[in-house]
């Protein structure tokens, strides 16, 4: 049974690849499984049939059968464990794998959320201007903690693995802030994610699927 995602039909970032459903595309690629998309309106989110899926009224959502899931980092999760290619054989190595998942999404990604909260809802605000720099002082905490656990190797365990995944694409978030510029290595590091053919495939898909045209999917 192939699995179905929920994804936006107006992407708000333009199909740039920072939506949700990006991670679990790029899952699926990495993998080799093949997925369908359904596309919902800003306005669909809102109603019961998809809060019946997501009861925040988010996406994406997957199905697959009776299966119903939310929440990206529990669908590559999900995805992961039953799929060779994203979780290591050993299961040491496999619970450090899921480590850095909950890492990028409870530790490294709140604060980057926070600056971009900021930076759409208060940028009109007095306080802003002095509000953003601690913000941003804020994620260099973290990248600094991350960067230094990195150090030069090409992944945060000995292999690419679902924590790369979704450390990937928690930082490419911060891609148009001078704050990741400082972390020459994180730099190169999100350079190699999007290097990687499953990635591109996800990308194209999730841009595709924005201008219209039918996305590409896993072969």
Request: aromatic content about 8%; glycine content about 6%.
């Amino acid at each position: 049974m192939i699995p179905t995602i929920s994804v936006f039909e107006h992407s708000p970032d333009r199909g740039q690849g920072l939506a949700r459903d990006m991670s679990v595309r790029w899952a699926f690629e990495e993998v080799g499984q093949a997925y369908e998309v359904r596309q919902v309106s800003l306005s669909a989110i809102k109603q019961p049939a998809h809060q019946a899926l997501h009861p925040f009224g988010q996406i994406p959502t997957y199905e697959e059968g009776d299966l119903a899931l939310f929440e990206s980092g529990a669908i590559v999760l999900h995805i992961a464990e039953h799929h060779v290619g994203l979780l290591p054989a050993d299961p040491n190595g496999r619970a450090r794998a899921i480590m850095w998942m909950f890492a990028a999404l409870s530790t490294v990604e709140p604060p980057i959320v926070q600056r971009e909260i900021a930076m759409y809802m208060e940028h009109d605000k007095t306080w802003y201007e002095k509000r953003l720099p601690l913000l941003e002082d804020g994620i260099r905490v973290r990248l600094h903690q991350l960067s230094s656990r990195l150090g030069k190797a090409d992944w945060l365990e000995e292999a690419f693995s679902a924590g790369d995944l979704m450390m990937v694409q928690v930082l490419r978030r911060l891609k148009t802030s001078s704050v990741l510029g400082e972390f020459p290595n994180l730099c190169a590091y999100i350079t190699r994610g999007e290097a990687r053919p499953a990635f591109k495939r996800a990308y194209d898909a999730q841009l595709a699927a924005f201008i219209g045209k039918p996305p590409k999917q896993a072969n």
